[in-house]
């Protein structure tokens, strides 16, 4: 049985205990193929490769997991403010409204509003499996490119686990050259009617890029939301 893992700080956790069930209890036909990746790099990757974002509203079920500590260097070395906010409308709403003061105020920080669920040490235990489990390593992310330390594959104690060191499995190369331009979307340079797949090849019933997959996707809520407007 081969494990398709899949997502970001807020499943690799759960990824991780079962390695470490798995590893204790002797299991032998049983092994994962990550494509676990992690957060803070990528948003690294955004702002280095130029960006008009004045801030982030920070995810707040990664924040759960990883603490508030890790967007701390977007303040601290890019000057942009960071707020982590939960899902709720008025979570959002209020998200924004600090991030506008941070940004009229010249007073970058990372804040937490949605405390009600982030600590800012984060899931210690979650942590623990992950970095028990998992290294950060290089990987592609689709629109973006190859992300330094963007990914998580497992350490070398786990490898009688890793799908990925299967014969004839390669993990590179897997991003398919289109005309997407989800990476220039998500550093705030193009919006999603300005790419010529959107609503033509590209919905959210035929995704052609990441930012139509996902619901929570910029084109697919701007599918969703600027549909009469094109
Ligand atoms: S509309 Fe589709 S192809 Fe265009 S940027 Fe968005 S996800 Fe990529």
Not at 9 to 34: H, W
Not at 48 to 58: E, L, V
Not at 84 to 104: K, S, Y
Not at 147 to 164: H, N, P, T, V, W
Request: one cysteine or more.
């Amino acid at each position: 049985m081969i494990f398709a893992a899949i997502g970001f700080e807020t499943t690799a956790p759960g990824t991780a205990v079962t390695l470490v069930q798995a590893k204790a209890a002797g299991i032998d036909n049983f092994q994962v193929l990550s494509a676990h990746k992690l957060m803070p790099p990528a948003m690294e990757e955004l702002i280095r490769g130029g960006t008009r974002i004045d801030g982030f509203i920070c995810p707040g079920h990664v924040s759960v997991i990883t603490g508030s500590g890790v967007f701390q260097f977007i303040p601290e070395k890019y000057r942009l403010g960071c707020v982590i906010t939960g899902f709720e409308p008025t979570d959002i709403l209020t998200a924004v409204l600090m991030l506008v003061r941070q940004v009229m105020e010249e007073t970058p920080e990372v804040q937490v509003q949605y405390v009600r669920a982030v600590k800012p040490e984060g899931n210690t235990l979650a942590q623990k499996f992950m970095n028990e489990v998992f290294e950060p390593s290089d990987t592609e992310w689709r629109g973006l490119g190859v992300i330094r330390s963007g990914g998580m594959k497992l350490r070398g104690e786990y490898s009688a686990f890793d799908a990925s060191l299967l014969p004839g499995v390669n993990m590179t190369g897997m991003t398919q050259e289109t005309d997407c331009i989800c990476g220039d979307i998500l550093r705030g340079l193009l919006t999603p009617a300005e790419c010529p797949l959107f609503k033509t090849e590209c919905t959210p019933e035929t995704p052609a890029g990441a930012c139509m997959v996902s619901e929570e996707g910029a084109c697919h809520s701007w599918y969703k939301y600027h549909h009469h407007e094109g």
